[in-house]
C-alpha cells in the first residue's frame, strides 16, 4: 500500500506562483514515478506532469510546459509541483498519484493506483 498526502495550494493572483507538495509513504517510495493531474469544474481528469524514480524521465502537458516543474527528494519521499506564471486556466483540484507498479511510467490517469487527497488551486484573474 501506498499513501500520498498532499500540501500546498490556496488562492493566487495571475503571474502568481505556488508549490505542491506529495509525501509518499509506504512501499519504496524511490522506486515509484509520481504524477500530477487536475480536475477543473465540469472537466474531466487531466495530465499536468509525472517524474520518474530517477528523475531522469519527466513529462508535462503542454498546457503547463515551461511554467511548472516537477521535481523529487527521494531522501524526504515527497515530490513538488512547482507553478510559476499561474493563469485562471489553472484553476482546478490538483492530485498527486503513484502507479502500482514500482518503475511503470505513464501520462494516462488509468494506470495510476494510489491518490492523494487532492488540494484546490485558484487563480484570480
Known amino acids: 500500500q501506498v499513501q500520498l498526502v498532499q500540501s500546498g495550494g490556496g488562492l493566487v493572483q495571475t503571474g502568481g506562483s505556488l508549490r505542491l507538495s506529495c509525501a509518499v509513504s509506504g512501499r519504496t517510495f524511490s522506486a515509484h514515478t509520481v504524477g500530477w493531474f487536475r480536475q477543473a469544474p465540469g472537466k474531466e481528469l487531466e495530465f499536468v506532469a509525472a517524474?520518474?524514480?530517477?528523475?531522469?524521465?519527466?513529462s508535462y502537458a503542454d498546457s503547463v510546459k515551461g511554467r511548472f516543474t516537477i521535481s523529487r527528494d527521494n531522501a524526504k519521499n515527497t515530490v513538488y509541483l512547482q507553478m510559476n506564471s499561474l493563469k485562471p486556466e489553472d484553476t482546478a483540484v490538483y492530485y498527486c498519484?503513484?502507479?502500482?507498479?514500482?518503475?511503470?511510467?505513464?501520462?494516462?490517469?488509468?494506470?495510476?493506483?494510489?491518490w492523494g487527497q487532492g488540494t484546490q488551486v485558484t487563480v484570480s484573474s
Open positions: 498519484a503513484a502507479p502500482r507498479d514500482s518503475g511503470s511510467y505513464s501520462i494516462l490517469p488509468r494506470a495510476y493506483t494510489y
Open positions: 517524474i520518474s524514480w530517477t528523475s531522469d524521465t519527466i
